[in-house]
């Protein structure tokens, strides 16, 4: 019997809830086309491109459900645990099972019912008798929003939780209430008001213990802040702080994320000899699969800068690889991203395949739509740069409607410039 190619396999389903899951282990699975790899239409798949054998499908289906099995019943177990506690009057009990849903539709793969279950939950504040009890549920529901990017909810769930820790003067919640509100400006691209967040950041980190972490990430936080707003040599002291603070011996975790800030910086300085060193340190001391897709992206990108697009591409592809087997699924459109401008670099015409495949995910994904802007962002100069100007310009119009929607104003301005040239 033949093999078959994800994408057909995904023309072939219909698109309902329930397949996800079996597709993403399909997706996992599957293997490039052996014949076509070492070919020119080979170094332009993508995975919808790879294959993988119908039987192999049929042994993916038992651990699939058992899977699904656990996390339902724990989605179940959680709600009968809130209808319990409404039934005892005991608001906690309902808040801390509702979290916990949350959290179990999160893992798997659906932001839009961890908001719903965090939203529930949110909804028992008002009946608390100590409303500061719902801190840790305040600041779970801020990190899902963040993770799914809606931006303004994070922030409002951030600082709603820095005033019920200033007002009950918990140290440790308000600490990580204002790093995280910091945070999220970060993310929105607002570095004025990020330093205004670590700084009050700042004061509570003074009252923790001499070894918290939080002290690291700290100074961490503001290296990234100084570097984006090209303060280079401050972005410097900062990173050399963290490092200081971080301890000799540190965790290879710690390790790879303060390697990996050390190469973003000496890239921004336009040292990336230096850089792609710190890069591979951080990809050696890395371990979570996460993190290693992203550093490896990082690297990819100097080493297409300093000319090297096949070595680029080589990195890229085994992010690619790392992101599928791990299901880290998320990172893909990064990956793609690079991949379409190392193809363009080698003068691929049909480099525009890597742009599609990381909106295809995006939306199969339901990934943020700040990835939807970066993604058309990179679509828009490639095709600027082969003199589609008409096209390019439509793609980075939509980048900065939405960069602009979510409040990214640093880089929705970047974005109206390249459509002004």
């Known amino acids: 019997m033949k093999s078959l190619s994800v994408e057909e ?11 996800r ?3 993403e282990e399909v997706a996992a699975a599957a293997r490039p086309d052996v014949e076509r790899r070492w070919t020119a239409s080979g170094e332009l798949g993508t995975v919808g491109e790879r294959r993988v054998r119908p039987e192999q499908v049929d042994g993916f289906i038992p651990e699939v459900l058992e899977r699904v099995r656990k996390r339902t019943a724990a989605l179940y177990g959680s709600t009968a645990e809130a ?5 005892a009057d005991d608001p906690q009990g309902a808040l801390d ?3 916990a849903g949350a959290e179990t539709q999160a ?7 961890a908001e719903a279950f965090i939203e529930a939950a949110l909804r028992q504040i008002d009946a608390l008798p100590d409303r500061s009890s719902a801190l840790p549920a305040l600041l779970s529901g801020a990190r899902l929003a963040r993770a799914a990017g809606r931006w303004e909810t994070a922030e409002r769930r951030y600082l709603k939780a820095l005033t019920l820790a200033r007002n009950a003067d918990d140290v440790q919640q308000a600490a990580t209430a204002a790093v995280g509100a910091g945070n999220v400006a970060v993310d929105r691209g607002l570095w004025e008001l990020a330093r ?4 009050e950041a ?8 001499p070894e918290a972490p939080e002290r690291w990430h700290l100074e961490l936080n503001r290296s990234i802040v100084a570097r984006e707003e090209d303060r280079l040599l401050e972005a410097e002291g900062h990173w050399e702080r963290a490092k200081e603070l971080a301890g000799r011996e540190m965790e290879d975790a710690v390790r790879a994320i303060l390697s ?5 910086i000496l890239h921004a300085r336009g040292l990336d000899e230096d850089a792609e060193v710190a890069f591979r340190h951080a990809l050696d001391a890395a371990r979570h699969p996460d993190a290693r897709v992203t550093i490896a992206v990082n690297l990819a990108e100097v080493l297409l800068e300093r000319g090297r697009a096949l070595e680029a591409g080589e990195v890229a592809r085994e992010a690619e690889e790392l992101a599928l087997t791990a299901r880290v699924i998320p990172r893909l459109p990064e990956v793609y991203r690079i991949l379409g401008r190392v193809a363009a670099a080698r003068k691929h015409a049909d480099a525009f395949v890597f742009f599609e495949r990381a909106l295809d995910v995006i939306r199969e994904e339901r990934l943020p739509d700040v990835d939807r802007a970066r993604t058309l962002e990179a679509y828009g100069r490639y095709d600027k740069d082969r003199s589609e100007v008409r096209t390019g310009r439509a793609r980075l119009r939509e980048a900065a409607q939405i960069l602009g929607r979510l409040g990214c104003r640093g880089a929705q301005n970047r974005v109206q410039a390249l459509i002004n040239e």
Do not use: C, F, K, T
Request: glycine fraction near 10%.
């Open 107 to 113: 893992s798997m793969g659906n932001p839009g019912g």
């Open 202 to 209: 700042e004061a509570w980190i003074g009252r923790l213990e």
């Open 97 to 99: 099972a509702l979290v």
């Open 260 to 264: 990996n800030a050390r190469g973003q």
């Open 83 to 87: 209808v319990h506690a409404l039934a």
């Open 9 to 19: 396999i995904r023309r072939l389903l219909p698109d309902v809830e329930e397949l």
């Open 21 to 23: 899951p079996l597709l």
């Open 196 to 199: 205004s967040r670590y700084d």
